[in-house]
């Protein structure tokens, strides 16, 4: 547990500092083909980063090495550091498990398992050693509570999860994401499969988590990135073309590809 | 040959044909339909007739054959005094080791194949020769616990070295079912799970292996059912002939209903109603395999799974 020990103590280093990831040189393969170029940018702590782009420039792939979930797939190859709280996570004494539990993850399609919504929530704490059933049920309702779902589920905890609509499917993922306790959550288009008013939820719900969690968002809407960001990155072609302040991206974009893709000249 | 060629303002005279040969094709096939209908309709008539007329067939020769007597008995050289109860007993000794042995080493190799296996040639030969093996004819099978079980670790013919001749013979099945249940486990839950910094194994153990259970129980239940059916295997391991004794041990010698079947119509030219007693064991075995199959096909209901 020296990497978590790590962390702690680099938190208060780093405090100082307001950043949570910083990104230096990054280069990413599928096989031959060169998904990522030369990314280099930093991640700052209590703030929503959106990541915009077309489809297929490497959004996507981005968020899922800040975690290593790349590494899921067999071909993937990768250079360059991903320093989180100073420490780089490619480093061989980091093991993705407790990498992961420090960094959630909510996803593009709402992925509960199939269970009750109860069994959900702690599944990340019961894996990581927690028995107790008051603290259980304890995490359960303030994941729920900060995901903006007990309310509606509190009288059914134990009904299975499938019974959910589409919107609280991912708001239950998101309490489930929480009850691990991260200290990032990086989201994938999570908003995508969602009809409107599931997603105003969700935008609302992510604009609360800011305070207490650095937020790293893929959203292929920039309508989304320009409510909910304070930072967004414009990622094309696996190159990070602009990365700036939301409000800078979307009023004074300083490179003309960027100005293309928010006017909506191509895309 | 008809023309498809489009024509801009076609002649009376020629939308009329246009529409007759249309006609024409249509009606052809809907008589092709109600031919194949028919052939359809008879193939299962055929397929039905035939395990129609063997359940007659037997259902006739064991009437007053299949009593308490006869289940509860032991075996005898007399046709009046013979009963089943030791291949009963045999047969579900041979179920208590197959059952352990090929749900553990069978989901064992599944898990291993689908989920730590890097995915390349290697990978892929063993599946297709695993596929291979499950074809493989049961006398083979039989051979090879004759010599491994049989001789090499001094089983004889026992309940325990049947069983696990038997269990190397669905084996190859039980891996592919499994490895079917585990394929279908999608993969967005593993990530879910993996996302929260879950290692392999609790994924595995957590995740995957209870959505795939139906699947892979549903597998197992009908080789099993497959494996107390069979005889060749057994008949090479040298079973022997008439055994009055109940097997007491798992190292006892034994008969199994497949084996009582063919060792007693065998005999039918001597002793004629020997041929009543196969067909009451028959029945006795339908129904086993019948139940067997029942509770497959209650679990893969109970549990379907909506994604």
């Known amino acids: 547990m020296d990497f978590m020990e790590d962390i702690k103590l680099s938190k208060k280093i780093i405090t100082a500092d307001d950043y949570v990831y910083d990104v230096q040189g990054l280069d990413l ?51 360059g550091e ?62 729920l509570k900060s995901a903006a779902l007990w309310d509606e589920v509190k009288d059914r905890l134990h009904d299975n999860a499938y019974g959910l609509s589409g919107g609280q499917q991912q708001r239950l993922c998101i309490a489930r994401c929480l009850a691990v306790q991260p200290d990032v959550i990086l989201m994938d288009e999570p908003t995508s499969a969602l009809d409107p008013i599931a997603t105003a939820k969700i935008e609302e719900l992510i604009n609360h988590l800011k305070t207490e969690y650095t937020i790293a968002i893929v959203t292929h809407s920039m309508q989304q990135a320009g409510r909910i960001s304070d930072k967004t990155a414009f990622f094309l072609m696996g190159e990070l073309i602009e990365y700036d302040s939301t409000e800078v991206i979307f009023s004074n974009p300083r490179d003309k590809r960027t100005e293309d893709y928010i006017t909506g000249r191509f895309g | ?68 007597q006869f289940l509860t008995g032991k075996l005898s050289i007399f046709p009046e005094k013979a009963g089943i109860w030791g291949a009963i007993i045999g047969s579900i000794g041979l179920i208590c080791v197959v059952i352990p042995v090929t749900l553990v080493i069978g989901v064992s190799t599944a898990i291993y194949l689908e989920e730590y296996a890097t995915q390349g040639k290697i990978a892929s030969f063993i599946k297709v020769n695993l596929s291979n ?47 079917e249940a585990i394929k279908s486990v999608p993969n967005f839950l593993r990530e879910a799970s993996y996302g929260m910094g879950a290692d392999k194994w609790t994924t595995i153990r957590k995740v995957v292996l209870p959505v795939a259970l139906p699947g892979i129980l549903t597998g197992a239940i009908l080789s099993i059912s497959r494996a107390i059916g069979e005889t060749a295997p057994l008949v090479v391991l040298g079973i022997p002939t008439l055994i009055m004794k109940i097997p007491k041990s798992f190292m006892d010698d034994f ?53």
Request: hydrophobic content about 45%; proline content about 4%.
């Open chain 1, 82 to 143: 991903i320093l989180y709280h100073g420490k780089n996570i490619f480093d061989k004494s980091v093991r993705v498990e407790e990498l992961r539990t420090t960094v959630g993850m909510v996803f593009q399609k709402p992925n509960p398992f199939p269970k009750s919504i109860y069994e959900n929530v702690v599944y990340g704490p019961k894996i990581h050693g927690i028995k107790d059933k008051n603290l259980l049920l304890e995490i359960c309702e303030t994941s």
């Open chain 2, 1 to 68: 040959m008809i023309n498809y060629e489009l024509k801009l303002n076609p002649t009376e005279a020629e939308k009329e044909y246009k529409i007759d040969i249309n006609k024409r094709r249509i009606d052809r096939r809907i008589l092709l339909n109600n031919i194949l209908k028919k052939v359809f309709f008879l193939s299962m008539v055929f397929a039905l007739a035939v395990l129609g007329l063997l359940l007659y067939r037997i259902g006739i020769q064991s009437i007053g054959w299949l009593d308490v």
């Open chain 1, 29 to 79: 393969w599928y096989g031959n083909d060169q998904a990522l170029k030369d990314i280099s940018m930093k991640i700052n702590k209590n703030e929503v980063t959106a990541i915009i782009g077309p489809s297929g420039c490497g959004k996507s792939t981005f968020i899922k090495t800040l975690n290593r979930m790349i590494e899921n797939i067999p071909i993937v190859r990768t250079s």
């Open chain 2, 255 to 307: 008969t199994a209903l497949p084996i009582q079947i063919y060792y007693w119509t065998l005999d039918t030219v001597l002793t004629p109603e020997y041929a009543n007693l196969a067909a009451a064991t028959i029945i006795v075995l339908l129904v086993t395999l019948f139940l067997m199959n029942s509770v497959a096909i209650f679990i893969r209901n109970k549990y379907q799974r909506g994604f």
């Open chain 2, 133 to 179: 093996l499950a074809s493989v004819p049961s006398v083979i099978f039989g051979l090879l616990g004759l010599s491994l079980f049989g001789r090499l670790f001094h089983l004889g013919s026992s309940i325990l070295a049947g069983g696990l001749t038997l269990s190397l013979l669905v084996l190859p099945i039980v891996v592919v079912s499994s490895q």
